[in-house]
């Protein structure tokens, strides 16, 4: 069996990377399916839990969500994923349970007042959020491609990002990050 393709879309609270995963869905040739750390979240019980005990439940559900998607990948289902990787063992452990070669890393940036203004108008998530994952999620500093929804619509960037898949380099992002965290596989 011949293991799906993986859209990876990384970026703070509010960049639109769902945004950008529903317009993938509708432009892109074959099946995929949009898995969102959101949707993870959401499935978790939503009662009162001790800082300790929200941590905790918040690392096995990112951990249950990475190999989540390295299951469906491993069967031959094309993913568009959409994640926040604010914390670097949240990249490390993707690295070390999805197939390099299978991935395309896109990091999804937007300017910052532009995320207060987006965090302001939604209204489903904490304020000031994106502003404290702003200087995380990006300092890896390597992706395959890179799409800014501060100047482009989430249309535009799924779009770019189709027109990208035939052209993919090798290695890919999470080749190289792999080889510079010493992750074998």
């Known amino acids: 069996m011949t293991p799906g393709r993986i ?3 990384n970026g ?7 945004s950008i995963a529903r317009e993938l869905l509708g432009l892109l040739d074959g099946v995929y399916s949009h898995l969102s750390v959101d949707a993870f979240n959401a499935m978790r019980a939503q009662r009162e839990l001790s800082p300790e005990e929200f941590d905790a439940a918040l690392r096995r559900t990112r951990l249950g969500f990475h ?6 990948a491993e069967v031959g289902n094309d993913l568009v994923v959409d994640h926040v990787l ?3 063992w949240r990249l490390t452990d993707c690295l070390t349970v999805l197939r390099p070669k299978d991935v395309l890393f896109v990091g999804v940036h937007c300017p910052l007042p532009e995320l207060e203004r987006r965090e302001r108008v939604r209204g489903d ?55 510079r965290y010493a992750i074998e596989g």
């Open 7 to 9: 859209i990876f879309l």
């Open 12 to 18: 703070t609270s509010s960049s639109g990377k769902s």
């Open 67 to 72: 190999r989540s998607v390295a299951a469906m």
């Open 86 to 88: 604010s914390e670097p």
């Open 125 to 179: 998530r904490e304020t000031g959020l994106a502003a404290l994952q702003y200087d995380l999620v990006h300092t890896h500093g390597d992706y395959d491609l890179e799409c800014d929804t501060g100047t482009a619509s989430p249309r535009e960037c799924a779009e770019r990002i189709r027109d990208f898949l035939p052209h993919r380099p090798t290695p890919t992002a999470f080749s190289r990050l792999r080889a």
